[in-house]
């Protein structure tokens, strides 16, 4: 097959693309060229941005399109306008904060869906990004027959920039007390990026249509079961987790880009426990959590990734913490 992959160098899209080549497809890349310009060297590359230059896909015809980097459905409905028939079967990455909250226990893809407050923002905000990606999904529909729509949780594994769960293995991998929030019934769900990117392409290789979870494993699965995982993968005999209330880590200042994967809230809250049924049903299977945590340990080692954003705290700032916890409860 040609495919074509609007995003193709970073992440979700690099893996996408390095699979897609790995079983002898055809791959063109779209991007701006700012990030990773030079991955996947064997694929052709399109350097321009969605936003003003999708002119330069004229002239070209592809099997497949897989849309990883469309926010606002007004980019949706541009590359549908600049493809014109020839991008083939058409995929959008989603994802699963389209439901309303709260959303019930192991939801299936036909749980109810959040609205904008603002039909008309192109404000992407915490606030904003699941009720944007619900109004993608429907542009999708609107302009492609039988696409193929995937909503993963958070995606995890080599080359994740987000850093989100690469703090926890890492910071487990170096042993000693940790500290976390005590959060035992939180429902959270990861997807190796890897074993999307490989279902997706086989999806695609069959024609497969519909809405799917690329989530794992399936429920009930806590954030305290996510980090025993990783203990039970990398941490050594040290490794000790300290589960702190979060009343007292919001109290301390502590906020979600300290402690990853948790938002901070004092409040009862189940989490987001999704269904991977159907996607079963059509192929789909991961790696066990441990193998993804002591892969991702040994990629950080060998080639670190870039952390801009600054995600996970310091050695020095969880050292206080422990210690004020220490004291509250003597």
């Known amino acids: 097959m040609r495919l074509l992959i609007m995003g193709g160098t970073q992440f979700v899209g690099r893996h996408i693309a390095e699979i897609a080549l790995e079983r002898g497809h055809d791959v063109t890349v779209f991007h701006r060229g700012k990030s990773n310009a030079d991955a ?4 052709e590359h399109i350097i321009g941005n969605r936003d003003s230059d ?9 099997d497949a399109t897989i ?3 469309a926010y606002v459905p007004r980019q ?5 306008d600049a493809l014109d028939g020839r991008g083939g ?5 989603s994802t699963v904060s389209v439901y309303a909250e709260p959303a019930p226990p192991n939801a299936t893809e036909d749980a109810p869906l959040v609205e904008l407050a603002d039909p008309a923002t192109e404000d992407v905000t915490g606030e904003t990004y699941g009720g944007l990606k619900v109004v993608c999904e429907r542009v999708v529909h609107e302009r492609y027959d039988d696409a193929l729509v995937i909503r993963p949780t958070y995606v995890v594994g080599p080359l994740d920039y987000t850093h989100r769960f690469t703090y926890w293995v890492l910071r487990i991998a170096d042993g000693g007390r940790v500290v976390a929030p005590d959060i035992p019934g939180y429902g959270i769900q990861v997807i190796d990026a890897r074993d999307q990117a490989r279902w997706i392409v086989e999806l695609l290789e069959r024609a497969d249509s519909g809405t799917f979870h690329t989530v794992s ?7 305290a079961d996510m980090l025993r995982a990783v203990v039970d993968a990398v941490g050594p005999p040290s490794t000790e987790i300290v589960p702190v209330p979060p009343a007292f880590l919001i109290e301390q200042g502590v906020g979600n880009a300290d402690l990853p994967l948790w938002y901070p809230s004092d409040a009862p809250d189940e989490g987001l426990s999704c269904d991977p049924g159907r996607a079963v049903a059509h192929g789909f299977a991961t790696r066990p959590l441990a193998q993804t945590a002591r892969e991702t340990l040994a990629f950080e080692q060998a080639t670190p990734t870039p952390n801009p954003d600054g995600v996970g705290w310091s050695r020095e700032r969880e050292a206080e913490i422990l210690a004020a916890w220490d004291a509250r409860r003597r």
Request: aromatic share 12%.
């Open 89 to 93: 079967k058409h995929c959008f990455v």
């Open 40 to 43: 996947v060297p064997e694929a």
């Open 67 to 69: 849309d990883v980097s």
């Open 76 to 80: 949706v409905r541009e590359l549908a």
């Open 217 to 223: 494993p399936p429920p009930p699965f806590t954030f």
């Open 54 to 62: 999708l002119d330069r896909l004229a002239g070209q015809r592809w």
